[in-house]
């Protein structure tokens, strides 16, 4: 699968998941854990830092595995996009 975008998103000490203008929409807002699976299904890759830069990628990716529904090849998607 071709990796078509790498999408930087924030997280922050909410708990809630932020895309900056231009990375998922021409403008920055707030995304779920569904936006995140999408955005992989897609053929795209996640990176996910808080505010002070912690790479927080792996964690928001277990997370979305463990909360949400997902078929065996989304499944593959998102371990696939672990770094």
Known sequence: MKITKIVNLKKYDNR????????????????????VADTIKEGNTVHITTKEGEDVTNAVLKETIKYLNLSNNDLVKIIGSFV
């Open 16 to 35: 809630k998941l932020y895309a900056p203008k231009g990375e998922m929409s021409d403008q920055g807002t707030y995304v779920t854990l569904l936006d």
